[in-house]
């Protein structure tokens, strides 16, 4: 309910439509960019489980859009 209240004071809700279009755009970023930038750093700190941990979120974002 709060999330909803903040949205429209935001001006943020748009027609359904718009809002699938920015959910995939923010899915796509995340396994375009955002998940191989983690897995990176994760690398280079030689953090393993992070490094798995990451690999795989990003395999399943990969799929959902």
Do not use: C, Q
């Not at 396994?31 to 990176?40: D, F, K, N, T, V």
């Amino acid at each position: 309910m709060h999330a909803n209240n903040h949205l429209w004071a935001m001006n943020a809700i748009r027609s359904t439509p718009e809002n699938l279009e920015g959910a995939i755009a923010g899915e796509n970023r995340e396994y375009e960019s955002m998940y191989p930038e983690l897995i990176e750093t994760a690398k280079a700190e030689k953090i393993k489980d992070a490094e798995m941990s990451f690999y795989l979120a990003n395999e399943v974002e990969k799929i959902h859009s």
